[in-house]
């Protein structure tokens, strides 16, 4: 029951607050959130948690992760054994870590809501053993929501939603986006929309950055009186600094535009031996 949102009926009302009916005992919902209009024998939706003092309580609050979900918290505070993450109620949760660091405050983790030895909710990282491996070939080439959550070698590890749910919770699986996918660099606890671009045999999955459209390249053109000091040879920083794209999106977009013959490249009037890309109407 801990860490799940119920419908619980109200036994009794008392200068504390209203006493639901849990398994067979009774949970507080506090005074301040029980409104007026309740009486015995209503039926409440609550999120069973703990207290400050480690009592099972009841609450009117929505939490932003129930029991067995991954999601990404707000780090608030940490102490010696580990963070503390606004879970959206009125009590933290504790995230343990061996080594927390005060510079944390304020950044987001990812964690898995789960529970302690003694029952009591926690935040557990490393959530990369809890996802799934994907064994379906039909997801191949779809659009998906990636929740970055590590930092590696090659790029960024994403829990992939891709809209499944099993038993009322959504299935996530393990995906790499490769940092040459990206115009940036992602936060960890960020959302980002990733390509499907393979499924290995082991399961994991081989993401890119959703393609912008060739609209966004047009209209940073207008905005730039239609001409931009680009081309093919420029870094992926100045690409990424000017039009928050990676160097793979600019040349596939300035390649339909030119096919397109909306944009010519022509010779940079600033940067010898490099071209700049226009607007064909503007010239």
Do not use: W
Not at 10 to 38: C, H, W
Not at 232 to 261: G, H
Request: charged letters at 25%; one cysteine or more.
């Amino acid at each position: 029951m801990v860490g799940t949102l119920q419908n619980l009926h109200i036994t009794r009302l008392s200068p504390y607050g209203a006493f639901l009916q849990g398994n067979n005992t009774e949970i507080l919902l506090p005074k301040k959130f029980v409104d007026s209009a309740m009486c015995v024998g209503d039926s409440v939706r609550v999120f069973v948690a703990f207290d400050s003092e480690d009592r099972i309580v009841a609450t009117t609050q929505i939490p932003k992760l129930l029991l067995g979900e991954i999601g990404a918290l707000e780090i608030v505070d940490s102490n010696q054994y580990g963070y503390f993450g606004d879970l959206g109620i009125d009590k933290h949760l504790f995230i343990p870590h061996k080594a927390p660091k005060h510079t944390m405050i304020g950044k987001k983790l990812v964690v898995l809501l789960t529970l302690d030895k003694q029952g009591r909710l926690i935040g557990k990282l490393g959530v990369r053993e809890y996802l799934r491996p994907c064994r379906d070939k039909r997801l191949l080439r779809s659009e998906a929501k990636g929740l970055v959550f590590e930092r590696t070698p090659l790029g960024f590890g994403c829990a992939v939603d891709v809209g499944v749910l099993d038993s009322g919770q959504k299935i996530l699986y393990y995906g790499l986006l490769y940092a040459n996918e990206v115009a940036y660099t992602p936060h960890i606890g960020e959302n980002v929309s990733v390509y499907i671009k393979n499924i290995r045999q082991d399961g994991k999955i081989d993401l890119s950055a959703v393609t912008q459209s060739e609209s966004v390249l047009f209209e940073a053109l207008i905005a730039h009186n239609g001409r931009l000091e680009l081309d093919f040879k420029s870094s992926p920083q100045e690409i990424a600094t000017l039009l928050s794209m990676s160097k793979k999106n600019f040349k596939t977009l300035a390649n339909k535009l030119v096919r397109d013959e909306k944009a010519k490249f022509i010779e940079s009037a600033v940067r010898s031996g490099h071209k700049a890309l226009v607007l064909v109407q503007v010239l």
